[in-house]
Nanobody, 127 residues
Framework: QEQLVESGGGLVQTGGSLRLSCVAS????????MGWFRQAPGKEREVVAA???????????IYKNSIQGRFTISRDNAKNSEYLQMNSLNPEDTAVYYC?????????????????WGQGTQVTVSS
């Protein structure tokens, strides 16, 4: 059973940056693809980014179209962790951000493909 714990959320002004972290505990977390999703008030949860299990040059990654170039997903399997570097934040990025993992190595942009979820961390961007 994977357990995921996010951190790094907070309040930031438009144009600012935040770095989210997610630590996974579990016997096989290093073999799992991981992702970041977000849910804004009144909206459905959506994928932000996802990354394959093995970090390498040319790792398979998935990004939501509107955030590509501003956000970067990465992972450090030695620390059982994944990260989301978020730059040039704007109020539309305000949401609860969730870390997710799936028990295969290839990432997916579909929420239903991820059985393991963290509790979420709030990101608020003020205008």
């Amino acid at each position: 059973q994977e357990q995921l714990v996010e951190s790094g959320g907070g309040l930031v002004q438009t144009g600012g940056s935040l770095r989210l972290s997610c630590v996974a505990s579990g016997r096989t977390s290093r073999e799992y693809a991981m992702g970041w999703f977000r849910q804004a008030p009144g909206k459905e949860r959506e994928v932000v980014a996802a990354i394959e299990a093995i970090p390498r040059i040319g790792s398979k990654t998935i990004y939501k179209n509107s955030i590509q170039g501003r956000f970067t997903i990465s992972r450090d399997n030695a620390k059982n962790s994944e990260y989301l570097q978020m730059n040039s934040l704007n109020p539309e990025d305000t949401a609860v951000y969730y870390c997710a993992a799936r028990s295969v190595s290839w990432p997916s942009g579909r929420e239903k493909d991820y059985p393991y979820w963290g509790q979420g961390t709030q990101v608020t961007v003020s205008s």
